[in-house]
């Protein structure tokens, strides 16, 4: 029995650097902590204060004041930034790299992200980009919580070639995380994920702007008269907008084709309200009523009400990961 106890409590990896400590990065340090998944964390931020804040936080064994620095002998860099600046800081750690050393990230866009770094890194390194699909609207140091990934998926998305040992222990890492992983290629993540989680950030910032620009409904009443469904638009419309701006730039071709679907659907609901036929609107709206059952049923969401989340202002509110990606 002694013996099984010990080897749950080995580490996955030795040292782990976290580079960009927002939502996602801060997640990964509580929850590696929490599990013991490293036997050591270093991490970085950009912004002087938000590295203070992480030692205040007592997020990380060590913050450093570079992104070179905190990825010099690591055994797994993860890092943790907007995925417009993933290749700049891939050629900035690149020379402090150890052999062997494995490479990650947590993207909402793949192809993009091995296009921008993969170039900049060793050939004795193994990169394995991820996509942990966990994140709420807050951002920063603070947001971040140990359970964020618990039940939710992270997809890596690892390019021909790579070793699959690393892969294998990537896997286990975010397997200790309390994630279920799934690998998937590159492009078809992407197009996945336009429709699962990027065009709906794209609809939910286009409604609430348009409420916003209406002349004959003030803020006050924008605000005052919200109902449940536009309540969850402003909440994923308040996410990071340096993220979501470089997520619809790295991922143009499959947002733009889900788009031109969702438009061709959109009209066909357009036609069926101007010519009152109400037996398609009744059968459309089965359908996503069984979706977002089956959602519930595999445990991505709960039935509660609300959308799921608890009550405002009760004692033991926690937050709830919603599925899509934050992190960047």
């Not at 209406?214 to 402003?234: M, Y």
């Not at 996503?288 to 959602?295: A, F, H, L, P, W």
């Not at 959308?307 to 919603?322: L, S, V, W, Y």
Request: charged share 20%.
């Amino acid at each position: 029995m002694e013996p099984a106890v010990a080897e749950a409590a080995k580490p996955i990896f030795e040292r782990l650097a976290i580079i960009g400590v927002g939502l996602i990065g801060s997640s990964i340090a509580r929850a590696a902590r929490a599990q013991g998944a490293v036997r050591t964390i270093v991490a970085t931020a950009r912004s002087p204060e938000t590295r203070r804040r992480v030692v205040e936080l007592g997020l990380a064994d060590q913050v450093v004041d570079s992104n070179a620095a905190a990825a010099a002998g690591a055994d797994l860099v993860i890092v943790c930034v907007p995925v417009g600046a993933c290749g700049a800081v891939a050629a900035e750690i690149a020379p402090k790299l150890k052999a062997g050393a494995v490479v990650s990230d947590v993207g909402s866009v793949k192809s993009a992200i091995i296009r921008d770094m993969a170039p900049h890194l060793p050939k004795q390194v193994h990169f394995v980009p991820a996509h942990p699909v966990a994140g709420t609207e807050q951002s920063g140091p603070d947001a971040g919580f140990a359970e964020l990934f618990q039940n939710r998926w992270c997809i890596l998305t690892p390019p021909p070639g790579t070793d699959a040992r690393a892969v294998e222990k990537v896997r286990r890492f975010w397997e200790a995380l309390g994630a279920n992983v799934e690998i998937m290629d590159p492009a078809h993540h992407d197009l996945t994920l336009a429709i699962t989680s990027h065009v709906p950030h794209l609809i939910a910032y286009n409604i609430v702007g348009t409420a916003a620009h209406l002349e004959q409904v003030t803020s006050s009443e924008v605000i005052k008269f919200s109902a449940g469904g536009f309540r969850d638009f402003t909440r994923i419309a308040a996410s990071d907008p340096t993220m979501w701006r470089d997520v619809f730039l790295n991922n143009r071709e499959a947002v733009l084709e889900m788009l031109g679907r969702f438009n061709e659907d959109l009209a066909a609901l357009t036609r069926a309200i101007r010519m009152g036929d109400g037996k398609t609107l009744f059968d459309l709206f089965t359908r996503t009523r069984g979706i977002r059952r089956s959602i519930i049923e595999i445990g991505q969401e709960t039935a509660e009400p609300d959308f799921g989340r608890r009550a405002h202002g009760a004692e033991t509110e926690a937050p709830i990961p919603k599925p899509y990606a934050s992190g960047d």
